[in-house]
């Protein structure tokens, strides 16, 4: 894909502006700012303002029976004369973030497989991709994952600057900055844009594009308007791109020397129901937002309509004129609500008392209706969405075992390992490359980029160790467990050789102690005269059977005694 020629080119280009109209709707939902979602549901920004994007919406699921368009409580009007109230409750902004906490809260153990290199270099390599998922690099991996959710995809890209960072790091791209070219659904090339500040026109647009091949990075600068790109200039026409002049040759062109894109595309989940029959936008992925958008205006209705009850709700008392004080003509009336005496005058309020007079107006605040409605509605979006109330608060906070959080966590523990079927290869793919750049431009040494990489998530719900504790107790006291199995219990993510050294410790520890019943340490070094004779094969009661084959066969033959 080379760099669009100048000129009237549109841009974006126009086969996007479907894909970019919903990520800009689901950008308002995931910011919560609500101003934009005025502007996307029926302000001078909406999608009736786009021609192509509207030809769709004629006949798309936003279109309610009958030919009218759906109503949306963000698209309405502020009735005149009255100050706006709509309510926002940030639904969308907390389901994207439950997303990425249930993926990124730790950060997943990649491993290099050691038959894909040397043990010295693996050991190498292991450590550099540590580096790489330091503080900083788990931080950006979840920043990603959580836009993801909320806008259906994004992109990773490598960058490195040696005057800056002695290691190569990821940029975060937001999907609507990228338009991308797709083989076989995977990204063949793609190019990267964003706007310049202006200059002296405050109505020129200033672009800045990249376009990313496999070893080559081409570099443009156009100025244009809001719509199209323009005439293309040169680097440093502009100060934002002047320094790129630097590392460009006269067209333009970057050598990686990577022999891949340098970007990565990291997909919600898939497939893609939402921009069905649009060509180039299978591979995009799907926002935890699509269709669930109607149910969270409801809740933002449903929350402005309780509030409403409230503020009609406050009480207020009528007075008849007559009860009003002046301190003398034009200077208007008032009613001390403080005043303790007021005294009737006979004839003016006729047969009524005082506290008949006084009228007292307070509307009821239907309390129970709207919570009953809020509460369904927002178990609703979250079901809809793929993920259990019990994550947001809603069964409460009471201690429970790890068994029944699972049981609750249930359709979120669901998702998210949907989810990481799309994250495992992304992560791979973009840590092979930051393997590639580190050693090509950053001087990594002892890195073999070469080297297969496995990743594995670790338990969102680590189960309970007093329940662990009780189980190998009842286990080991009915003699039904090896320590290899215990071990192994205690521990399920440790693989075969770090079980086996366990179980090792443990038996030189246990062989190491002094007992109760042997003050001086012999360890049954001398005979004493009244034991009973023991044959040496007959085990003590409670220790292992087959522990020395076990950890000669490295634990496979203990496992099938035990």
């Known amino acids: 894909m080379p760099l669009p020629l100048p000129g009237k080119t549109p841009w974006p280009p126009p086969a996007l502006e479907i894909p970019h109209a919903d990520m800009d709707m689901w950008r308002a939902w995931y910011s919560g700012n609500t101003d934009h979602l005025a502007a996307v ?27 009218g368009e759906l109503r949306m409580f963000w698209g309405q009007e502020a009735t005149p004369g009255q100050q706006s109230a709509k309510l926002h409750i940030p639904i969308g902004a907390d389901i ?49 994952s959580e836009l993801a959710a909320g806008l259906s995809n994004v992109f990773l890209r490598v960058v490195w600057d040696t005057e800056l960072r002695p290691r190569p790091w990821l940029d975060v791209i937001a999907p609507d900055a990228v338009v991308p070219e797709w083989r076989w659904g ?24 990249e376009c990313h091949t496999p070893g080559t990075i081409e570099y443009g600068v156009y100025k244009g308007d809001v719509s199209t790109l ?72 449903s929350w402005t309509s309780w509030m409403r009850d409230l503020r009609l709700g406050k009480a207020r008392v009528v007075v008849p004129q007559s009860m009003l004080e002046t301190a003398g003509p034009g200077t208007g009336a008032t009613f001390d609500l403080d005043k303790e005496l007021i005294v009737a005058l006979s004839g003016l309020l006729g047969s009524e008392t005082m506290k008949d007079s006084i009228t007292e107006l307070q509307f009821k605040i239907r309390v129970e209706e709207h919570e009953r409605t809020t509460k369904a509605l927002r178990l609703q979006i979250l079901s809809s969405a793929g993920y259990s109330a019990q994550g947001f608060g809603e069964a409460g906070t009471m201690a429970v075992t790890a068994t029944e959080v699972v049981a609750r966590k249930e359709e979120s523990l669901t998702t998210r390992g949907t989810k990481i079927l799309y994250q495992r290869p992304a992560l791979l793919e973009i840590l092979t490359t930051m393997m590639m750049v580190d050693v090509k431009h ?58 086996v050294a366990e179980v090792r410790r443990i038996r030189e520890d246990r062989s190491s102690a002094v007992s109760a019943g042997d003050p001086f340490n012999t360890a049954g070094g001398l005979d004493e005269p009244n034991d009973d004779e023991e044959t040496d094969d007959q085990p003590e009661a409670g220790a292992d059977e087959g522990q020395d084959e076990e950890l000669k066969g490295g634990g496979s033959r203990g496992l099938a005694a035990a």
């Open 41 to 67: 549901y029926g302000g001078p920004t909406n999608y009736r303002a786009n021609s192509t994007a509207r030809q769709f919406f004629e006949t798309d699921q936003r279109r309610a029976a009958g030919g």
């Open 96 to 144: 994207a973030e439950m997303s990425a906490n249930l993926l990124w809260a730790d950060v997943p153990q990649v491993t290099v497989d050691v038959d894909s290199t040397d043990a010295v270099t693996a050991k190498s390599t292991q450590a550099q991709i540590g580096r790489y998922l330091d503080d900083r690099g788990h931080a950006k991996l979840r920043e990603g």
């Open 186 to 209: 995977a990204l063949a090339s793609a190019v990267v844009w964003r706007e310049l500040d202006p200059l002296k026109d405050a109505n020129e647009v200033w672009r800045l594009l």
């Open 230 to 301: 323009g005439a293309r200039m040169d680097l440093v026409d502009h100060p934002d791109s002047e320094y790129l002049a630097k590392r460009t040759d006269a067209e333009g062109r970057q050598a990686t020397g990577i022999p891949r894109l340098l970007i990565t595309h990291l997909p919600n989940v898939l497939p893609n129901r939402v921009w069905e029959g649009i060509p180039g936008t299978a591979p995009l992925g799907r926002s935890d937002f699509a269709g669930v958008e109607p149910m969270m205006d409801a809740l933002d209705e």
């Open 442 to 499: 950053c001087g990594a040494k002892d890195v073999d980029p070469a080297a297969e990489l496995t990743a594995s998530w670790p338990q969102a719900v680590q189960p309970d160790q007093e329940a662990t504790a009780r189980s190998l107790s009842l286990l080991d006291g009915a003699g039904a467990i090896s320590t290899y199995m215990k071990v192994k219990m205690r521990e399920p993510s440790w693989d075969e050789a770090e079980v």
